[in-house]
T-cell receptor, first 112, second 113 residues
Framework: EDQVTQSPEALRLQEGESSSLNCSYT??????LFWYRQDPGKGPEFLFT???AGEEKEKERLKATLTKKESFLHITAPKPEDSATYLC?????????????FGKGTHLIIQP | DTEVTQTPKHLVMGMTNKKSLKCEQH?????MYWYKQKAKKPPELMFV???????INESVPSRFSPECPNSSLLNLHLHALQPEDSALYLC????????????FGPGTRLTVT
């Protein structure tokens, strides 16, 4: 069974204090790992796709990296507007309906 | 443009009502999805359409009935729902069914009374 585990569950940072969020996965044959940002009451917003170990993607203050067992979302000098829940997800590897299996998310709060 | 639209934004319905949720995308995507999200939980897959054909998720009760009239539209018909069905219902689309990022709509907040 595919498993996606995110840590920490919640993280409170001061503005400008850099940190990393972790997503570990156990899937048979990774077909991509996706990062999303979700604000309260809204749909997830797509951030990055990573396909192979060693791959890195950047967008503004965010950088996502991938190894064979986990992915990191690095946040550099965050601002209050970066506060959100960050979700990682992998495509279902089993038979039947093909959707995304999400981790439980990291709730990030950036204090001014 | 990576926009997926959903209507209505909010819906309140009684347990005997019949209502429908609507989703639309104009990105030429051939896969569309319905997810259900409860408070403080991640989205959970309900249904997948690929090239307008349904992949059934067997754990979804029959009171939820999906429909894909064409490659741009996706509906979710609701009938005889229970209060525990109250949740945020999310529609998503992707270029193909496998290994492509999914783009989500803003969701419909459903309350069953």
């Amino acid at each position: 069974e595919d498993q996606v585990t995110q840590s920490p569950e919640a993280l409170r940072l001061q503005e400008g204090e850099s940190s990393s969020l972790n997503c570990s996965y156990t899937v048979s044959g990774l077909r991509g790992l996706f990062w999303y940002r979700q604000d309260p009451g809204k749909g997830p917003e797509f951030l990055f796709t990573l396909y192979s170990a060693g791959e890195e993607k950047e967008k503004e203050r965010l950088k996502a990296t991938l190894t064979k067992k986990e992915s990191f979302l690095h946040i550099t000098a965050p601002k209050p507007e970066d506060s959100a829940t960050y979700l990682c997800a992998v495509p279902d590897s089993g038979g039947g309906a093909d959707g995304l299996t999400f981790g439980k998310g990291t709730h990030l709060i950036i204090q001014p | 443009d990576t926009e997926v639209t959903q209507t209505p934004k909010h819906l309140v319905m009684g347990m005997t009502n019949k209502k429908s949720l609507k989703c639309e995308q104009h990105m030429g995507h051939r896969a569309m999805y319905w997810y259900k999200q409860k408070a403080k939980k991640p989205p959970e897959l309900m249904f997948v359409y690929s090239y307008e054909k349904l992949s059934i998720n067997e754990s979804v009760p029959s009171r939820f009935s999906p429909e894909c009239p064409n490659s741009s539209l996706l509906n979710l018909h609701l009938h005889a729902l229970q209060p525990e069905d109250s949740a945020l219902y999310l529609c998503a689309s992707s270029r193909e069914i496998i290994s492509y990022e999914q783009y989500f709509g803003p969701g419909t907040r459903l309350t069953v009374t």
